[in-house]
């Protein structure tokens, strides 16, 4: 239900709790969704066995509920195929499958939604969109293909609910949505972060400039770039726009965080419908405001699939609410997702995060799109390149080879010194992503082989 008042807030009165009585909606929440997952779901039964609901009265006690890994989750299915003994409903409530994206050979995460999950989960978005400005009178496109992916088919609903023109962007191709967001005069665009530029590089082949047209916000989601601020501010240029970061998860259904209108460089966490902890990923205990660590996610709000404590190997950075003007209490995570867990490449005893070579390659516009590549040198040492696509640079009057120089210079300056090759590959020949871009080509032989100790 929308907000009868312009108010900034989708939900006024939730944004805004003082964060002990936010807390208190927490743990009563929580304690409800123990008894529930206990009753419903034979995955959960097990695990909560030991924990009675009516015991929770404090946020501490979360600490008493085990953990939930991916690789638990996907060995239940395998256990019981399809769906393993984690639903909390029977198969017959549901109205939709989806499941993750997955990596090639890894079994996927397959989830059910019933009507009911499915109002929540437009819910959800609803906070972002709202958060960010959009209002009934918006036309957003959805740049997306309604598929298994549970991607962006929360926020069609959301844009339904609150009442906008929805244009379904799926199964058209780059040229057809940049037209049909041009005719049609889509104020919103929905989209990941690397599609978002892949359609500016198609506006400006097919002659029509975006920054004078239609789009005044973009929402983008399904990566974790949305808040480098090279590539958002690309983004905002390109489009004469401004954009949002949001993101979200299959295993949740939909979103746990949105940037508001105050773009305070983080994303806030929906905390009345999620309870997110940041714990050391090594010893799994907590870490304190300003630390990276890795996000473990507690849903209330999805019937089928209860969510408790779920490491979601995202790497964040928690910091206060008051971080941010718009007066919510929820709490931020500055810069977005920062990565994930299993991201970092150790290169000749450097960290690399592909986070952070992107935040250096986008500070280049004339880049048009990169790939990260590793490779084994002589049976034994860690290479580690960078290829770029600079369509419009000349290599005979010197701008390309200057611009490699001082790429080379500025990832070298990132990273502790390390030497990264650095190479000019031809315009259209590296991949091109609709969904999760994957930039990182690993052709390691041998990893954690010589040249990969660290002196610690
Ligand atoms: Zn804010």
């Not at 927490?26 to 924990?51: D, G, N």
């Not at 090759?421 to 041998?446: I, Q, S």
Request: proline content about 6%; glycine content about 10%.
């Amino acid at each position: 239900m929308a907000p009868r008042t312009d108010s900034p807030y989708w939900n006024p009165r939730h944004e805004t709790l003082p964060r002990p009585e936010l807390e208190a909606l927490q743990v009563s929440k929580l304690r409800r969704l123990v008894a529930f997952a206990k009753e419903r779901s034979p995955f959960h039964r097990r695990r909560l066995a030991a924990i009675e609901p009516d015991s929770i009265r404090g946020l501490a006690d979360l600490a008493r509920i085990p953990f939930t890994t991916r690789d638990e989750w996907m060995d239940a299915q395998l256990a019981a195929p399809p769906y393993g003994e984690m639903l909390a409903a029977p198969e017959e409530v549901a109205v939709r499958y989806h499941m993750t994206s997955g990596t090639t050979g890894r079994t996927p995460i397959r989830v059910l939604d019933s009507t009911k999950d499915w109002e929540w989960i437009a819910e959800m978005w609803c906070y972002g969109f709202w958060g960010f400005g959009v209002r009934p009178r918006d036309r957003v496109f959805i740049a997306f293909g309604y598929a298994t992916f549970i991607g962006f088919w929360g926020a069609h609903y959301a844009c339904e609910k609150l009442g906008c023109l929805v244009l379904p962007g799926g199964a058209m191709t780059t040229e057809q949505r940049v037209r049909t967001i041009v005719d049609m005069g889509a104020t919103v665009v929905c989209s990941t972060p690397t599609y978002a530029l892949r359609m500016a590089q198609e506006a400006r082949k097919l002659g029509l400039d975006l920054a004078a047209g239609p789009v005044e916000r973009l929402i983008l989601s399904g990566e974790p770039a949305g808040s480098i601020p090279a590539t958002k501010g690309l983004i905002e240029e390109q489009w004469g726009a401004k954009a949002a970061d949001t993101a979200g998860m299959t295993e949740l259904g939909t979103i746990m965080i949105f940037e508001c209108s105050e773009q305070p460089g983080g994303t806030h966490v929906i905390e009345d419908h999620y309870i997110e902890e940041v714990i050391d990923p090594e010893s799994g205990e907590p870490v304190g405001y300003g630390e990276l660590g890795e996000r473990v996610v507690t849903s209330f709000g999805r019937g089928m699939i209860p969510v408790l404590r779920y490491r979601t190997r995202d790497l964040v950075v928690r910091v206060p609410g008051d971080r941010c003007p718009c007066g919510r209490t929820w709490d931020l995570y500055e810069g977005g997702i920062r990565g994930r867990v299993d991201d970092m490449k150790l290169v000749r005893g450097t960290n690399v995060y592909p986070r952070a070579v992107e935040a250096i390659v986008r500070e280049y516009p004339e880049i048009d799109e990169f790939q990260i590549r590793l490779w084994t040198a002589d049976g034994i040492r860690d290479e580690i390149e960078v290829l770029v696509e600079l369509p419009g640079l000349d290599e005979e009057d010197g701008q390309a080879p200057r611009l490699l120089a001082r790429l080379q210079g500025d990832l070298a300056d990132g990273h502790e010194g390390l030497r990264f090759g650095v190479r000019r590959v031809e315009g259209g020949t590296l991949p091109r992503f609709e969904l999760k871009a994957k930039r990182v080509l690993d052709e390691r032989t041998v990893i954690g082989g010589a040249g990969e100790r660290r002196a610690t």
